[in-house]
């Protein structure tokens, strides 16, 4: 893995670690084909693309009943630790939940905020090189959490399905389950064929083919945001265990070839060392071959600052996915750390913990995203609608500024909507 100096960075190196794309740009007229072809033959498309994706001859797309069925034949064990998952994420998306409110702001000027459930919503759980039943709890909990009556899941079709991850989809409660992978899937919950129905909002994490069908039908169905292949940047002082930062990186290197790691520090001999450690560790790693491609991408590496501000500001400008601090004034170096999707404090709190079980959602922006959004929350799946009164003696404050810039604006019909309520006084 290479060491690289933050100061001597060029600027087409830095337009590649700063702009990276993790290969969605490159993956979009294909997903384009597909998502085109899916609107246009239904069903029919999405067998054949899991014929030629998926090397799975698929009978029947909707798997809902298997769900039920996963869950009781489940062995206990992993029963429990899906059910310890599930329990730690709802219980940080209720504690995100939001309450209407109204209040008095002046005398018989009443104003508030509600907030409701989108009524139908199409999660993507991924399962191509892994299963992901993490994604399946992280998805659908906070869409159930919110109140979201129907959610729609698509995953990957294969000879036989994944038995955690369809069991976690009824721990989660979905409402329905397809089996359909990538683009077709993403276009599927869109634009609905003849077994899947359309969704208002189409949301979940996915490689390079998912997230180009999301950003494809953005402009017809509402998404989350591009939640791609995963990313870690780590921030270490001279205190940090090189071998512990190597792990996070090997990590989230493991998700897929795409995946982007870098780990930022002011220590030289320590960057060498983290660079060593990954390169051993990938060897141990039954993914060496996806590990090592991530580790050797253009926006990977373990880069070298003059100081930690220097360090700082790499990763801030990095805005990763997933940010952990691996340094003794870690709370210090959090309030200089606005571009993340989460983070991880400490040595103690891999970024896996995270990926399952210590509550937090899992599904976060990408190729830059943090920079304008948080991750999946109850936020994502509730819309807000603003509710007010006025007593007449309220809206007569306000008759003199409404009807003024409205004239402004040359509206008089709004101006005389106002005078129209004085008219006889
Ligand atoms: N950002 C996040 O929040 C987050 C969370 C979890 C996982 N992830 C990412 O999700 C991804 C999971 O990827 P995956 O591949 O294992 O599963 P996936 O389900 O995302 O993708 C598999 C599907 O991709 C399609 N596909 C594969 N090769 C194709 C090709 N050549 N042309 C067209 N379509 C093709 C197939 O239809 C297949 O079903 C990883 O990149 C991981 O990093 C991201
Ligand atoms: N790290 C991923 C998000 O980028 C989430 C995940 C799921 N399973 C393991 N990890
Ligand atoms: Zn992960």
Redesign the pocket.
Known sequence: MDVRDIATLGPDERRAIFERD?GVGD?SE??AE?VGRVRSEGDVALRD??RE??DVEVGNLDVTDAAERAYEELDDEMREHVEHAATNVRAFHEAQLPEDWREEFSPGRELGRRFRPIERVGA???????A?P??AL?TVLPAKVAGVPHVAVC???AEELNPVTLAALHVAGADAVYQV?????VAALAYGTETVSAVKKVVG??????TAAKAAVRGDVAIDFL?????VAVLADSSADADLVAAELVA?AE??P??SVVAATDDAALAEAIAEACDRQAGEREREETIREALEGDASGVFRGRSMPEAVLFVEEYAA?HVAIHAENDEELLDRITNA?SVFLGPETPVAAG?YASGTN?????NGGPRVTG??SVDTFVRSTTVQRLSHEALGDLRETVTALARAEGLEAHAESVEKRFSGE
Do not use: C, I
């Open positions: 993790s993956a294909v997903a597909v693309y899991a994706f998926d993507y759980v991924p399962g191509g090189a892994a992901y993490s994604s992280m995953t990957p079709p992978g990538g683009a077709q899937a994490p996915g490689n390079r083919f998912v939640a791609g292949p995963s990313e989230q998700h897929d795409n995946a996915e999707g990926d899992h599904v976060l922006p990408t991750g999946l």
